[in-house]
């Protein structure tokens, strides 16, 4: 479908607002084993993660994995449109952004309980076209406690053009405190697909990137960027961090190189990762 299709498709706000409120709710246990591939996908020390150790901000993701046959996949890898989801008639399906609380931490060994459900469905109307947003909201409990409350805005747009403008470079930045180096391999994004049982093609069918959505190269998953901002802040924190709020700017991709800047603020820290030019990726905030 071309761009101009995608602008032409009727988004049926009412009947997309339906889906506000349907409930999906899952259990896990936060197994060591799995935390241990994701600190040797990012060169951390696996001793580290041992039963009873505190789970890293936004690893949560690595659990509550949905699996469905190939049947009930869309043309994107990810799970068909129309199930938990509303079936929002536009090509492209990415991460928006999303909103976190830590209440308590989620410990290693543990069996959590989630709970999720449709928070809000919207329309709005880009430079490239209809944009629609679904929020969704993860509340994850720990002994029959509150841990983590999470939205996640799910974004739905048109293909992107290529050759398209890039989002100008901000110039209200504040000046980083601290900054490092990060830049993508496809082992990388191999490794963090596998970890998440996330199917979405962008991160390694690079004939579907360029064809179909409209990339010239696969794209580095947003969650990813998310978890290493987050990761960052911690570091810098002298406590826990209780918030995090991240948004894309917009998509990075495999060989474009990011920096990660953070910028000391009251109780927390202003991040974000910028591109070779200057241009932003991902902005976040962080409190402690």
């Not at 952004?97 to 209440?103: K, M, S, T, Y």
């Not at 190269?217 to 960052?232: D, R, S």
């Amino acid at each position: 479908m071309s761009t101009q299709e995608q602008n032409d498709v009727n988004i049926d706000l009412d009947h997309l607002r339906t889906w506000i409120g349907k409930v999906t709710e899952a259990e896990d246990i936060i197994s060591v084993r799995h935390a241990r591939l994701m600190a040797a996908s990012l060169g951390l020390p696996q001793s580290d993660f041992v039963a009873g150790a505190q789970l890293p901000p936004l690893w949560h993701w690595l659990y509550f994995l949905e699996g469905l046959p190939p049947s009930e996949l869309g043309r994107d890898g990810h799970p068909a449109r129309g199930g938990f989801l509303p079936p929002v008639p536009l090509a492209n399906r990415m991460w928006a952004g999303g909103n976190l609380e830590f209440l308590q931490p989620l410990l290693l060994g543990s069996t959590v309980r989630k709970r999720s459900y449709v928070k809000s469905v919207d329309h709005k109307q880009g430079r490239s076209g209809h944009l629609v947003f679904v929020t969704v909201r993860h509340e994850l409990y720990y002994c029959g406690e509150l841990a983590v409350v999470e939205d996640h805005d799910i974004v739905y747009k048109p293909p992107t053009r290529p050759g398209a403008a890039r989002p100008t470079v901000p110039v209200d930045l504040p000046k980083p405190t601290h900054s490092e180096t990060f830049e993508a391999t496809s082992t990388l994004l191999f490794r963090y697909s596998a970890l998440t049982f996330n199917g979405h093609r962008i991160h390694y069918d690079q004939d579907y990137c360029r064809e179909v959505e409209g990339y010239s190269n696969l794209v580095v998953h947003g969650p990813l960027q998310a978890t290493l901002l987050a990761a960052l802040a911690q570091r810098l924190a002298p406590t826990p961090i209780k918030h995090f709020r991240y948004r894309g700017v917009q998509p990075n991709l495999l060989g474009t190189p990011l920096v990660f800047h953070a910028s000391q603020q009251e109780q927390g820290f202003s991040l974000w990762s910028a591109m070779p030019d200057g241009a932003q990726s991902m902005q976040a905030e962080a409190n402690y």
